[in-house]
């Protein structure tokens, strides 16, 4: 197991079928840290609302989170649009699980970073709520056709990650402006509160850059792209993938000028 001071965790979507546990039980072995960071939409009580799916792996999940909160793990969770139901309990703990609005993290290089869901941003959540529900309906849509395809490309011998949701996103004029706009909102807050930075998740889409002279990091999700960011004991910060056999791979690293850094870990 590997000593890291920071992880960053968000969009798990606990019961949901959508939800990769096995990949995130195998992400969470490897890894033990000083902070975990709960970003938001861990339980998708939306889901949950539309009928009761939670295996055993789900438990497993919850279970491992709540045994390194008991130990030498500070554990903090930020709720998000989907777990909002768990807001009315900020600023409380629920064993040794801190639930706060927001957090400020300060790396050990001296970065002040932001913590924060990021659905607040987000105007279609905000406002016009019943569009954000069809959205996700869409998104579950998409995620379970893309997991067809990725046992076809397994079977083809195709290497490589590909999603159809973030192909989508990435793809149609309208979804990446809306991204555009999410990660300009998202620093132009953390720069209100003079921050070096912001750590979120929300809208799926991992990434590590430097927006309007910020660094912008994206945690990614457990449903689509298996991602998550690490703080190593030296400051420095990696966005992570696991991959179907369980391999982890760096994909990004520190945030300079946004390129793509993959490397097997």
Not at 54 to 59: D, L, R
Not at 71 to 100: C, L, Q, W
């Amino acid at each position: 197991m590997k000593k890291v001071r920071s992880l960053f965790l968000s969009d798990i979507h606990l019961g949901t079928r959508a939800c990769q546990a096995d990949r995130l039980l195998a992400f969470l072995k490897e890894y033990d840290a000083e902070y975990l960071y709960l970003v938001g939409d861990i339980i998708d009580l939306w889901a949950m609302k539309r009928g009761l799916y939670w295996p055993k792996e789900h438990n497993t999940i919850v279970q491992k989170i709540l045994r390194k909160a008991r130990h030498d793990t500070k554990v903090i969770f930020v709720p998000g649009n989907h777990d909002e139901g768990i807001r009315r309990y900020i600023g409380m703990s629920f064993g040794a699980v801190d639930v706060v609005s927001e957090h400020i993290h300060v790396t050990v290089n001296g970065k002040k970073m932001l913590i924060i869901h990021g659905d607040e941003y987000d105007q279609v959540t905000t406002y016009h709520r019943w569009i954000s529900h069809l959205g996700d309906l869409t998104y579950t849509l998409l995620v379970h056709m893309n997991r067809i395809l990725s046992v076809i490309r397994r079977k083809l011998r195709v290497s490589g990650h590909w999603s159809l949701a973030d192909y989508a996103k990435r793809n149609v004029l309208k979804a990446v402006a809306f991204i555009g706009d999410f990660e300009k909102a998202a620093v132009k807050g953390a720069s209100l509160r003079k921050m070096d930075g912001v750590i979120c998740g929300h809208i799926h889409t991992p990434v590590m850059k430097v927006v309007d002279g910020l660094d912008y990091i994206n945690c990614g999700d457990w449903v689509d792209n298996c991602t998550a960011v690490i703080e190593e004991c030296d400051g420095s910060l990696h966005l992570i993938r696991t991959t179907p056999e369980y391999e982890l791979m760096t994909i990004f690293n520190t945030p300079t000028n946004g390129q793509l850094s993959l490397q097997k870990i």
